[in-house]
């Protein structure tokens, strides 16, 4: 069974934010059909709280039946530019996968991932797949859902103080469990290095035009048009004002991953971060701190500590996710 688009002939089910409409393409009843939608949205709703390169949210669900589905990268959501080999994508594609996981666990599933090599590069077109989905019976595990609701992506004033040594050793721990070193620097001269460094890089951004346009196309001058969008980056979120980034930009001519588990690490200690991903992603800016820090392949740079509550960002509504 495949579930599509459609203007007439719609199966409907009622997600906890929505209704989601679909042509069906079987000889299932609609009571089975508006049944196996409405369990995917359930886990949607929550998994959608996951974060994504620039809150771009490339996912898309396909759904086969209650227990499959079929996850899908919208390329138009991808960044051919700043994000053209795709890493940071298919990162962000496989933390939308976890958050199904945490959501479905909270339910009595275990999600069960058959990934399948997606090419998120600047190449993809279309809705690529990524990874078969499917739910299997399992214990009921809510903790880990808590966390996701609460985490939050915090670019405010960081209060100086240094994460409990006790998170560290976790998030020290998580990162290993997965295969990757993991070091954390208190000392003052290395953090305001970093955290200028990643200022910085937006001006290395803004210089080029590919770049500048790419991150105005995501960048949001409105509350209210963050609220319509459902995406991207709002000025909350930013800490500026909306005329001063439409001044900015305008005028300034210049699959389970190790990720998605640190970041509920973190917030089960009450931290919260900022990833510098276009630290990574820029050429200049990554030169800079592969020669401050000689580490070889370092592919993730993030701030770490305490802030105010940080406001939530847009996020598209749970029927525009399912197909």
Known sequence: MRLQPAASLDATAEGKKGLCRFRVKSRQSWADIASAVAIWADLVE???????????????????????????????????????????????LGIFAEALRVAAEAR???????????DLSARARGDVPVARLALNDGSTDGEALRLLLARRTSRLSYDGRAAADAALAELTETGARHGHTVGFSSEPDFVRWAVDLNCATLFYDLAEDDRRAEIRHWTRTSEHEAARKGD??????????????????????????????????????????????SVITNPTA??????????????????????????????????????
């Open 232 to 277: 991207g980056f709002s000025p909350s979120c930013l800490g500026f004002s909306g005329p001063l980034i439409r001044l900015f930009f305008d005028h300034h001519r210049a699959v389970r991953p190790f990720e998605a588990v640190l970041k509920l690490a973190a917030t089960r200690h009450g931290l919260v971060l900022q990833p510098f991903g």
């Open 108 to 118: 009595g599933y275990e999600l069960v991932e058959e990934l399948l090599a997606p």
């Open 286 to 323: 990554h030169a800079r701190l592969d020669e401050r820090l000689p580490l070889g392949d370092l592919w993730l740079l993030l701030r770490i500590g305490y802030s105010a509550e940080p406001p939530p960002s847009a996020r598209l509504p749970v029927e525009a996710l399912l197909r």
């Open 46 to 92: 929550d998994a959608r709280r996951a974060p994504s390169p620039h809150n771009t949210q490339p996912w898309l669900l396909e759904v086969e039946n209650d227990r499959h589905a079929l996850l899908l990268c919208r390329a138009e959501r991808t960044l051919p530019v700043e994000d053209a080999d795709g890493r940071f994508l298919t990162c962000g």
